[in-house]
């Protein structure tokens, strides 16, 4: 018996965590099906530190449900409260529509309230800096707050032009991508404080955003993707910032403006490879693609799934590529089918993800 339940089989099929699998249009990739996914939308996926041996996998949904999953086995714990996830090996942090945001403590299976804001949730992530250690979260109150968990009041709190859509931590940078197409840069060294605005390169709504970083292993930019099937790379000082920013199309149909119509749909995350540097991204098509932004070129896209990818994320070395197979509400809810299953697929990314020199 298991610290959050019984335990079951981790795929369906096949004899370790990468082995075989029927496939239909739900899994087109042939890739492990994790088994008990949530029974709701699936809204965030994330990986146990390196800090922790094995590769936990936690989930999110719009079920209320925080499901943590274990790599050769599933052990489902759900509180029915939250859905925005950060794991920090012994710790999960949660942030949702109701305002608030939590600390589950895995040893002793126990759930507190750390943070609280006058509008929804929509980030949550851990800084660990040299001099200081808090939560950073995001909110449609049009505030970024930070959190030391042993307080009910925040350590700091910054305004935000609009709410707050996305954002991503890399420390000692943080990015936040706002309503209204806003986009804030903050460096976290001694304390949190703004370093700059910058006009979005991209026309239509931000949807989610990932900061990658240098040979140095420094940050020093950031992929971010909007509802129009377009990522726009961007680094915060650049040699020439009319070359080396870009922005490229992704995540739509193969028809073309002038003939046939095409159809564009929402990029739902991105994730960078620890290792390589690549980057996945997910979207409403139902397709994932892997990219090389350096070498400015499409590494592989999936088969299109029967539903869009909502979420995605790599562990910590970079071999096991998650994503979440659930409805995105991109078309409405009118086209829900709450009898529609929700995935999550495992993929072995040791190889795909490694860097080319083709170029567009």
Wanted: overall charge neutral; aromatic content about 12%.
């Amino acid at each position: 018996m298991s610290l959050f339940g019984t335990a079951s089989s981790f795929g369906t099929g096949g004899t370790g965590v990468f082995g075989s699998t029927t496939t239909d249009s739900h899994n087109p990739m042939k890739d492990v099906e994790v088994t008990s996914p949530p029974d709701d939308s699936i809204s965030c996926l994330a990986f146990s530190p390196p800090t922790m041996p094995g590769n936990f996998l936690i989930a999110g949904s719009w079920a209320n449900d925080v499901s943590w999953l274990l790599s050769q086995s599933i052990e489902i714990y759900a509180d029915r409260n939250q859905g925005w996830i950060l794991c920090d090996g012994s710790k999960v942090f949660t942030a949702s529509c109701d305002k608030t945001a939590k600390m589950w403590d895995l040893n002793s299976n126990q759930a507190m309230q750390i943070a609280q804001h006058d509008g929804p949730i929509k980030s949550i992530h851990w800084i660990k800096a040299p001099n200081y250690s808090c939560i950073m979260t995001g909110s449609w109150d049009k505030t970024l707050k930070f959190w030391d968990t042993r307080s009910p009041n925040p350590m700091m709190s910054l305004q935000m032009p609009e709410r707050c859509y996305c954002a991503d931590v890399v420390y000692p940078m943080a990015v936040v991508a706002t309503a209204e197409r806003g986009l804030i840069v903050y460096q976290l060294e001694n304390q949190p404080s703004e370093f700059r605005r910058i006009d979005s390169p991209l026309k239509h709504q931000h949807r989610c955003v990932a900061i990658f970083k240098d040979k140095q292993n420094k940050p020093t930019g950031f992929a971010l993707g909007s509802i129009e099937g377009r990522v726009a790379i961007h680094y915060i000082n650049p040699p020439n910032p009319a070359k080396d920013n870009f922005t490229f199309k992704c995540h739509r149909s193969n028809g073309t403006n002038t003939t046939t119509p095409q159809d564009i749909y929402a990029v739902n995350a991105i994730s960078f490879h620890p290792v390589h540097g690549t980057l996945a991204t997910v979207g409403s098509d139902g397709r994932f693609s892997f990219w090389d932004k350096d070498a400015r070129t499409k590494l592989k896209t999936s088969e299109q799934l029967d539903q869009p990818i909502t979420a995605c994320c790599f562990n910590h070395n970079g071999n096991i590529f998650a994503y979440a197979s659930s409805y995105d509400w991109s078309k409405g809810h009118e086209y829900y089918n709450p009898q529609k299953k929700n995935y999550i697929f495992l993929r072995n990314a040791a190889e795909e993800l490694k860097p080319r020199n083709k170029k567009w």
